[in-house]
């Protein structure tokens, strides 16, 4: 007989991939994330803003690669490792400090941020964070960031 109570603390569970960028806690849902690999070749974009460092190949395929660092801090994040979307998230891919852990996380932990009137470019690309050993993690809205690669990309 299959556990009903365990199949609903699942179904309300959700698992996350949490890694650092300049020493701050980030995460995405692990089911956007396809890999995450060591940092190699980007072949620059004219014409970007500075925080798209260019685009990396990724199995015949371009990823444009995002700086969080510099999108959020206007510090560029050190070139180490690269979290890649899946393809049918879209093609990007961001500069990471390091994997930290995935974690398997229940919904109701999670806090949702309200976004103000004001544009603050650290605030804006956070959906939520949750507490996980003592400190923050945030958790980046990819929908957020796409547009405003698309806003950025039309000025």
Not at 7 to 14: D, G, I, K, L
Not at 16 to 25: M, V
Not at 104 to 133: M, N, T, Y
Request: glycine letters at 2%; proline letters at 6%; zero cysteines.
């Amino acid at each position: 007989m299959p556990n009903v109570y365990s199949e609903a603390a699942a179904a309300n569970r959700e698992k996350y991939l949490i890694f650092t960028i300049l020493g701050k806690f980030y995460t995405f849902p692990s089911r956007f994330i396809s890999e995450v690999t060591a940092f190699s070749h980007v072949y620059p974009l004219p014409l970007m803003p500075d925080y798209v460092r260019g685009i990396i190949n990724r199995y015949s395929v371009p990823f444009a690669l995002i700086d969080i660092g510099l999108l959020t801090r206007e510090t560029p994040t050190p070139e180490v490792k690269v979290v890649v979307l899946k393809e049918s998230v879209d093609k990007l891919a961001f500069l990471i400090d390091d994997v930290v852990d995935i974690i398997d996380i229940p919904v109701s932990d999670i806090l949702k941020l309200e976004q103000g009137a004001e544009r603050d470019d650290a605030i804006d690309i956070i959906e939520s964070s949750f507490e996980w050993h003592d400190t923050h993690v945030f958790v980046l809205d990819i929908r957020r960031i796409i547009n405003r690669l698309k806003a950025d990309f039309e000025l």
